[in-house]
């Protein structure tokens, strides 16, 4: 039997939709098999929490008198360049970008302590930031020259657009240098010192939906604690990764790109980080619901970390000068038991996604479904496929 | 009993000084080598934690000072700021003492002081900026 994305949507008004986590629902399978889960849950709830590089936000500026054309002119907020390419009011914030006078790793390592990711934090936390900007000034927009301090709410719109997020899967980071190496999987010690890891594995949304049956252009999401939607595959999507018999790929495949309404997210789900060495960067949370359509969907939901692949990837010379060399495969059982044994050596592993949050994040999402708040959307169109 | 640490600043001249040795066997008291920077010909540098009877640590610390040891006691301290932590386990492999450690279960955090050597691995770690020096 299977169930229509409207057929679930009047469960959840009703409030009478099952829904349970990607993880709840792993027990769930093995206890009552995949047919009845198929038949008794509706919604299984996905979520991830890590630092997304590809991050940013769009605002539009409140004119000032006289007016002033910022396109094509310079543009900060808090000494942070953004862009301004556009029309007379509308800016760009990437969470990388970084002051012009940060000494980046003049200093190395570099400790890059603010960055667009940490002023997207402070306005919606919010806090006031101050933007500066210059122009050439024309006859409608004379304006040269202006300096004001503004909050989330002064903004017409401020809106977070990331091109590339919740990546379905991820490198494990290793070091097989003699030196520390300050990279964006974090600081990895030498000689196989440490393996870091960047996914929520069994909770991770598209790591549930591995052939992007359900998740498409047009799928309403938790994001950064707000509403968002996956707006676009995103940048890089690669569905043609290598698969494992669960159909999971073995590297990093597809991606999202999503968009929300930033005045309604939360500091708590949207945080500016320093990674040392290598930059600023934005911790983004996404949580995606996966409606329960047949039986096929119970088993893709059903995942487990030991299930789950990832390719061992060494950052002080394969990642840098791209051999597309893999040195093994470990699974994200062992990544978050603390310690694998690769090679002969146990390696301690540290995570940069944090799977504690994804699973906050799951839990909320859980939460506005049951209270019927949250509706599923049908994709409007696919992503590209396997 | 009393249990502190110290910073201890020895000149090149006392280098061959076995303090801890006297510390253990002269004044009873449990001596924890915490960080220690001894070279040949220069200043050395011990941090320390000494164990023992309020007298003996007392007498102790008297002995260092008398041979020319320049001891402080530490003020210095990591501390961890839960509410900026994300719990994303980024630290755990570089902290040598587990103070900080996981519960694999909650898949979350946790920083326990007394194990904490001041050793500073876990400052540049944290993306998160939850672990602070302070003085």
Known sequence: MSKTIAEINEKIKKGKAVVVTAEEIIELTKKRGAKKVAQEVDVVTTGTFSPMCSSGAYFNVKQPTPKMKMGGGKAYLNNVPVYAGFAAADIF?????????????????????????????????????ILTATAYGTDCYPNKKRETKLSLKDFNDAVLFNPRNGYQNYNVGINISDRVIYTYMGVLRPRMGNANYCSAGQLSPLMNDPMYRTIGLGTRIFLGGGIGYVCWPG???TPTAPRGKNKVPKSGAGTLAVIGDLKQMNAQWLRGVSITGYGPTLAVSIGIPIPILDEEMVVFTSVEDKDIWAPVVDYSYDYPQGTGKILGEVNYADLKSGKITFKGKDIPTGGLSSYHKAREVAETLKRWLLKGKFLLTEPVASLPGA | MTKKKFILTFPPTLIEEPITYNLIKNYDCRINI????????????????????????????DYLKKIGIQVEPLAQEVHYIKERCSHCTACIPHCPTDALSVDREEMKVSFHGERCIICEACLPVCAYKAME???
């Open chain 1, 93 to 129: 914030l990437g969470a990388t970008a970084m002051p012009d006078d940060d000494p980046r790793n003049a200093v190395y390592p570099g400790q890059f302590l603010y960055g667009g990711a940490h002023v997207i934090e402070e306005l919606v936390a919010g806090k006031m930031v």
């Open chain 1, 235 to 237: 940048t890089q999507h």
């Open chain 2, 34 to 61: 915490l960080k220690a920077t001894v070279r040949p010909k220069a200043e050395g540098r011990m941090v320390i934690e000494l164990n023992g009877s309020r007298e003996s640590v007392a007498a102790g610390l």
């Open chain 2, 133 to 135: 020096i302070r003085f």
